[in-house]
Nanobody
Framework: QVQLVESGGGSVQSGGSLRLSCAAS????????MGWFRQFPGKDEREGVA????????YYGDSVKGRFNISQDNNKPTLSLQMDSLKPEDTAMYYC????????????????????RGQGTQVTVSS
């Protein structure tokens, strides 16, 4: 059974950093497009944060480019999201997710549902 378990969320002041991790089990990491999306408090809105393809190609949402970095360690396997220069508008529940193609991440704000998803980890950035 596929499991994705996030960790590393928490509270930080504006300008600070956090590193999220996603421990994956139950499948071959290299077969999926892994990534992160977030859901903002009190809203249905979802936003693709970052994703990484099986060939190492990375994708970032416009609002996080230059501040966040996604990486994966296939040996563990673990997906990580380094978040720097955090802003209050980054406050959200962050989810690790995976699916066979990049489409889920590209269309997450339109209601796309990834095949696998973790329970989420809260990130709160105060001003």
């Amino acid at each position: 059974q596929v499991q994705l378990v996030e960790s590393g969320g928490g509270s930080v002041q504006s300008g600070g950093s956090l590193r999220l991790s996603c421990a994956a089990s139950g499948y071959s990491y290299s077969r999926f497009v892994m990534g992160w999306f977030r859901q903002f408090p009190g809203k249905d809105e979802r936003e693709g944060v970052a994703a990484i393809d099986s060939d190492g190609t990375t994708y970032y949402g416009d609002s996080v480019k230059g501040r966040f970095n996604i990486s994966q360690d296939n040996n563990k396997p673990t997906l990580s999201l380094q978040m720097d220069s955090l802003k209050p508008e980054d406050t959200a529940m962050y989810y690790c997710a995976a699916d066979a193609t990049y489409s889920w991440w590209l269309h997450i704000n339109q209601g796309a549902v990834p095949r696998f998803r973790g329970q989420g980890t809260q990130v709160t950035v105060s001003s």
